[in-house]
């Protein structure tokens, strides 16, 4: 069960594109049982592809290859592919018409070169792409297969989801993978390393804890090889109990959805009021399909004037305390409860940098607040000196505040 | 002047950590006109070492390996780097004297482990680090060179600048390397190709053109070894007249940026009423330090009340066109100016999906318009079916839109 990836581009190796689409595929090959044994970027060229190939296929039964299926020139990943198993390239003809289709529905001009596109090496199973109009490919040969996937990141991904994951599951075998995702907030990696300690020393063989830190949060991945349910169930509990200060959810959760989840359960109502995050709080709501069912809107009141204008904060409050500060927070939410009406509301407000720092107040203080029309509570959080690190520890902190409030006011 | 890459580490390859360090070395190398040939992952395994060394000095005089030189049981890259030379590791007093005197310093405690770390294969040339315990080292045989780096990226960057650059500068002789990026908005890679395939076809083999497409977006990179500046800026000159229509801007910069020159340039106040981007348009702007100086806030109206108690839509409207309507984003540019100031506003208003599509209108839908008090334009575009896809389109959208809303209005 291991694959080898070949990344095909030379903005790649000039280092104009960082490769996560690498990275995206280790973790997700991964986390079905299967090991990377090599990443190789390769530039646009047919006789480093053909390399790369023959060199991927000797050590693993299946290799990847991201990047080169676009239209222009410089993408010859397909007939590199083509070359390396000896085989011709023949028209797809079903492809042409979804291309085709594709382009006359947004009535954009269709040319020569995405023609071109629809060309495949022969035998190839197609892997449809629904985001894009380079589909991917299947060749198997010789109990081996090449996957053979575009390089826009979206298109990569949705193609490895919905058919390569599948095939690998089912190719990997009986052996059973067990895994959980753990999801915590509000500290750091080492932190919970140190406090999970004799737990993952504890663990057999076959089990094992990584750590995924983002910012802001860690999530916590235990998987076992083989084993039975029970045991893996045992030891789920008890990383959870362990983890029970900064655990928010598991699996496929994130923030965003523990306050999207809550707050339809309570069928309340939220509105926002940002100002150093600019609307990313906001945004990061609106990813989710369905805010709608929970979220009015809100102001970004990037300005002194909007604060009074639109919020009613009180320009006395601004002028005596400052614009961040727990004062005008806190009049930050009871303007948004009054004007944009609203069950919940929260609100930031924050020197996010590089400028604007002040001895008592230096870049990174942020004030947030979350209250309803009964309470209110705000906290003081001081980060660093990186504008968009604050700005997403700053989203980060108001979307757990908000789960914290409403779990503590409507649930407890 | 070809150099090959080999990225050292078990994290790389599960995806635990995105290898930036060989995109920046990428971009170190051909900066000073070196060609990257293979970046190698590969992880913390002896044997792996070795086989990537031969692979990588089969096509390159130069390797440069990152990882693996920690204190801790797997990091082995300089025992595989002996084994593959066929050389003794001895021990470096220096680096030891060095290391102790770190520790000593910092009252640390001193183990074994940092001894071990002390030994290097012989005929090392070893290069100072000046931020860690591990040292670089340089190996030279046959006239082939080896680098051999620590993967913390700051250890690595420093050793790069100091040690390495003017090492490679020196070896790789006088030939001068010239690049420039042009920036595009409005079409995809292929139409441009297209645009411009004369141009590149008429290239001399020197020369050569990249394209580095994200959403909305197009970066086309121009680059030349050797010549002359006046027969580069010709072809840039050449390639920027032929980009007219799409083109913004070149080098360091994005949409953002541009929205953000011309604002500042012109003294406008700007303001933004966004719905289905929900605030995303809002916090892009404010990810760039100094938004404040022209951007006054925004309404996420993400509610049909919002639009109405906000922004002053006026209901009947909404009722007959529907949220999503010319009339209705044109009535969000003309409340954001009255209510919000400004004087500038941009509205948008969409389907973001998955769900919410009709017959007449399907998700990707979206409405945007730009305006001041004397003008307002809108424009209907037609995305399709990925929801964050849609909100990242319609936000370029709209960034574009202002853009040229400027140009045309103030600056024509």
Same mark, same amino acid.
């Given at each position: 069960?291991?694959?080898?990836?070949?990344?095909? /581009?030379?903005?790649?190796?000039?280092?104009?594109?960082?490769?996560?689409?690498?990275?995206?595929? /280790?973790?997700?090959?991964?986390?079905?049982?299967?090991?990377?044994?090599?990443?190789?970027?390769?530039?646009?060229?047919?006789?480093?592809?053909?390399?790369?190939?023959?060199?991927? #296929?000797?050590?693993?039964?299946?290799?990847?290859?991201?990047?080169?299926?676009? @239209?222009?020139?410089?993408?010859?990943?397909?007939?590199?592919?083509?070359?390396? +198993?000896?085989?011709?390239?023949?028209?797809?003809?079903?492809?042409?018409?979804?291309?085709?289709? *594709?382009?006359?529905?947004?009535?954009?001009?269709?040319?020569?070169?995405?023609?071109?596109?629809? +060309?495949?090496?022969?035998?190839?199973?197609?892997?449809?792409?629904?985001?894009?109009?380079?589909?991917?490919?299947?060749?198997?040969?010789?109990?081996?297969?090449?996957?053979?996937?575009? /390089?826009? @990141?979206?298109?990569?991904?949705?193609?490895? !989801?919905?058919?390569?994951?599948?095939?690998?599951?089912?190719?990997?075998?009986?052996?059973? #993978?067990?895994?959980?995702?753990?999801?915590?907030?509000?500290?750091?990696?080492?932190?919970?390393?140190?406090?999970?300690?004799?737990?993952?020393?504890? &663990? @057999?063989?076959?089990?094992?804890?990584? *750590? %995924?830190?983002?910012?802001?949060?860690?999530?916590? =991945?235990?998987?076992?090889?083989?084993?039975?349910?029970?045991?893996?169930?045992?030891?789920?509990?008890?990383?959870?109990?362990? %983890?029970?200060?900064?655990?928010?959810? !598991?699996?496929?959760?994130?923030? $965003?959805?523990?306050?999207? =989840?809550?707050?339809?359960?309570?069928?309340?109502?939220?509105? &926002?009021? !940002?100002?150093?995050?600019?609307?990313?709080?906001?945004?990061?709501?609106?990813?989710?399909?369905?805010?709608?069912?929970?979220?009015?809107?809100?102001?970004?009141?990037?300005? +002194?004037?909007?604060?009074?204008?639109?919020?009613?904060?009180?320009?006395?409050?601004?002028?005596?305390?400052?614009?961040?500060?727990? !004062?005008?927070?806190?009049?930050?939410?009871?303007?948004?409860?009054?004007? %944009?009406?609203?069950?919940?509301?929260?609100?930031?407000?924050?020197?996010?940098?590089?400028?604007?720092?002040?001895?008592?107040? @230096?870049?990174?203080?942020?004030?947030?607040?979350?209250?309803?029309?009964?309470?209110?509570?705000?906290?003081?959080?001081?980060?660093?000196?990186?504008?968009?690190?604050?700005? $997403?520890?700053?989203?980060?902190?108001?979307?757990? %505040?908000?789960?914290?409030?409403?779990?503590?006011?409507?649930?407890?």
């Amino acid at each position: 069960m291991k694959a080898n990836i070949i990344s095909i /581009g030379n903005e790649l190796l000039i280092g104009q594109v960082i490769n996560t689409n690498a990275s995206w595929l /280790g973790q997700t090959l991964s986390d079905i049982g299967w090991e990377i044994g090599t990443v190789i970027c390769v530039a646009d060229d047919d006789r480093d592809i053909r390399d790369a190939l023959a060199r991927g #296929f000797d050590t693993a039964d299946v290799v990847i290859t991201t990047g080169g299926l676009g @239209p222009t020139k410089d993408d010859i990943t397909k007939k590199a592919v083509a070359d390396y +198993y000896g085989r011709e390239m023949v028209f797809h003809e079903e492809t042409w018409h979804r291309i085709e289709k *594709y382009f006359t529905e947004r009535k954009y001009p269709i040319s020569e070169l995405h023609r071109q596109q629809c +060309y495949m090496p022969a035998g190839s199973v197609i892997l449809e792409n629904a985001l894009g109009t380079a589909p991917g490919l299947r060749i198997e040969e010789n109990g081996k297969a090449c996957f053979v996937l575009p /390089g826009v @990141p979206y298109e990569m991904k949705y193609i490895t !989801e919905t058919h390569i994951v599948p095939w690998l599951v089912k190719s990997g075998g009986v052996e059973i #993978f067990r895994k959980k995702t753990f999801h915590t907030v509000g500290t750091g990696e080492s932190m919970i390393a140190d406090h999970i300690e004799a737990f993952s020393d504890g &663990l @057999p063989t076959n089990a094992s804890i990584a *750590y %995924l830190p983002s910012i802001g949060k860690v999530r916590i =991945r235990l998987s076992m090889m083989g084993g039975t349910q029970e045991e893996f169930d045992g030891y789920c509990r008890e990383l959870r109990d362990l %983890l029970d200060a900064w655990y928010y959810g !598991e699996d496929d959760t994130n923030l $965003e959805k523990e306050v999207a =989840r809550l707050m339809d359960q309570l069928e309340l109502k939220l509105v &926002l009021a !940002e100002s150093c995050t600019g609307g990313n709080i906001s945004a990061r709501l609106v990813q989710q399909p369905g805010a709608s069912s929970y979220y009015l809107g809100g102001a970004v009141t990037y300005s +002194y004037e909007h604060k009074s204008s639109v919020l009613g904060v009180s320009p006395d409050t601004l002028l005596e305390h400052g614009a961040v500060s727990e !004062e005008v927070v806190t009049e930050m939410v009871q303007g948004a409860l009054q004007r %944009l009406g609203g069950d919940v509301a929260a609100a930031v407000s924050g020197i996010a940098g590089p400028d604007g720092g002040l001895p008592q107040k @230096p870049v990174g203080t942020t004030w947030i607040a979350v209250g309803n029309k009964d309470k209110i509570i705000a906290r003081k959080i001081v980060f660093n000196k990186d504008r968009s690190r604050n700005i $997403e520890f700053s989203t980060i902190a108001v979307l757990n %505040l908000i789960r914290k409030f409403l779990i503590a006011v409507y649930l407890k």
